[in-house]
């Protein structure tokens, strides 16, 4: 079943176009990544799901709700949408603890400690409540990111190059780590990257875009067994 469906989304800026009839739906649960090189319109598509930018034309559907269309435009903090951005954008002056709870701040005690507890085994940080982000790794930043962002329940999980921060030799270990985490909590996920590793080992389906148009969507089997053009040969490195 569609959880969360994208229709006709035509987004120009100053006169240029940077995204044009952009169409694809993902199921609940699913995990799929948009895979393209840089300025190709892939960053401004989370954009406009979380609406922190508006279309000139589109429909947005999640969980059988329209937040945008012509006559709807629903708000950022309307959307129950977590984001992770590229540079995970922790609080350097919160501890760990801290920074997780920031979003359900106004939940009680108890039901607090609980989300946190979960949060901090989910992402294997137990022993690190009590640090603050500069004394952690590029890796366990990022795991904080997301235990902060799953912590408020977000009906979509939306990533921005999750793993361009981080050193070569580290993404494969944490692109492992992120998969099962998604996996654990069931979250309905949509990342974006400009490498094919990263849609390979972590995506269900993969959304191939270039020039801010959508040139192919399949399962990364199905896109590496049979490519629908030579820029998704390029993309996946024939």
Not at 60 to 66: G, L, R, S, Y
Not at 121 to 148: C, D, F, N, T
Not at 206 to 214: C, E, H, P, R, T
Request: aromatic letters at 6%.
């Amino acid at each position: 079943m569609e959880y969360i469906k994208l229709e006709n989304i035509n987004f120009k800026y100053d006169k240029k176009t940077i995204l044009e009839n952009i169409n694809f739906s993902v199921k609940k649960g699913e995990v799929l990544a948009i895979l393209g090189e840089s300025g190709s319109g892939k960053s401004t598509i989370l954009r406009i799901i979380s609406g922190l930018e508006t279309p000139q034309t589109g429909k947005i559907i999640i969980d059988n709700h329209t937040i945008l269309d012509k006559n709807i435009n629903y708000p950022p903090e309307k959307r129950n949408l977590g984001m992770v951005f590229q540079d995970y954008a922790l609080f350097p002056h919160l501890n760990i603890e801290k920074n997780i709870t920031f979003g359900i701040s106004h939940f009680d005690k108890k039901k607090k400690e609980d989300i946190l507890n979960k949060m901090l085994k989910l992402v294997k940080l137990e022993e690190h409540r009590e640090k603050y982000p500069h004394e952690l790794s590029g890796g366990q930043q990022q795991r904080v990111a997301i235990a902060r962002t799953l912590a408020t329940n977000p009906k979509l999980l939306l990533l921005d190059e999750p793993f361009s921060n981080l050193d070569s030799n580290l993404q494969s270990s944490i692109r492992k780590e992120i998969k099962s985490i998604i996996d654990t909590q069931k979250t309905t996920t949509i990342f974006v990257t400009h490498n094919k590793e990263d849609a390979i080992d972590i995506a269900d389906r993969v959304v191939i875009i270039k020039d801010g148009k959508i040139i192919q969507i399949d399962t990364p089997e199905n896109i590496l067994n049979n490519p629908k053009s030579s820029y998704v040969k390029h993309m996946f490195h024939y």
